[in-house]
Structure formats: C-alpha cells, structure tokens
C-alpha cells in the first residue's frame, strides 16, 4: 500500500493516548495545565505534524499562575499524508506527541533532533 495512510479519527485519537502512555512516569507526573488536542490540520501550516502552544515548564514564573492551559496540538491529516502504513502511523504519532510534550520541558528542536526525535 502507498499514498496517505488512512484511519478512523477516534483509531487516531486512541494512538496519541497510547503515545502518552510512553511518558515515563516521573515525567508525566510533572505535566500540569497541558491540554493535549488532536486536529485534522493546521490552517495555517498544513504539513505541520504537530504543536505546542503555552510557556515551557523552564520559562513559567509567578505570573504564570492562573493562565489558561498550554496546549499540545497533534495534527491527523498531515500525518497521515507522510505516512503509508498502520504501523507507520503508529511511530509517527508516537514521535510528534513525545517531541510537543519535550517542548513543554524546555527542549528545543535542536536538542530533539540530537536525540532522535526531530
């Protein structure tokens, strides 16, 4: 099979549970005031896989308290187009939702590419 994989939203939706149930423990454990959301494409990026929007856990002060939860965005259809596969699928998700979730951290892309998850 080649071209865009394809796959039920609410299949999609239980993949990005399944990615945040690789969040070690003690990681996930820190995670606070996030929102993960899974949308069909970015207007304004189309190929964008996916999005964190909100003050990374290293830049929050006191004036972060009571703010609006950050958001962590992953988006179906874009990753579907790169994808051929179920089993492709599956890594991809797994990549975008652990890369969004390491920015929450702190970690820029540079360091996620140095450790594999670009």
Known sequence: M???ARMSPERFEELV???LDLIPPELAGAIDNVVVLVEARN?????LLGLYHGIALTDRDSYYAG???DTVTIYREAILDICNTDDEVVEE???TVIHE???YFGI??????EL???
């Open 101 to 103: 979730i390491a920015h």
């Open 116 to 118: 594999g998850w670009g």
């Open 43 to 47: 207007d304004e990026e189309p190929s």
């Open 108 to 113: 820029d892309d540079d360091r996620l590419h």
């Open 93 to 95: 998700v797994a990549i």
């Open 67 to 69: 703010s609006l939860p």
């Open 2 to 4: 080649t071209g865009p």
């Open 17 to 19: 549970g399944d990615a």
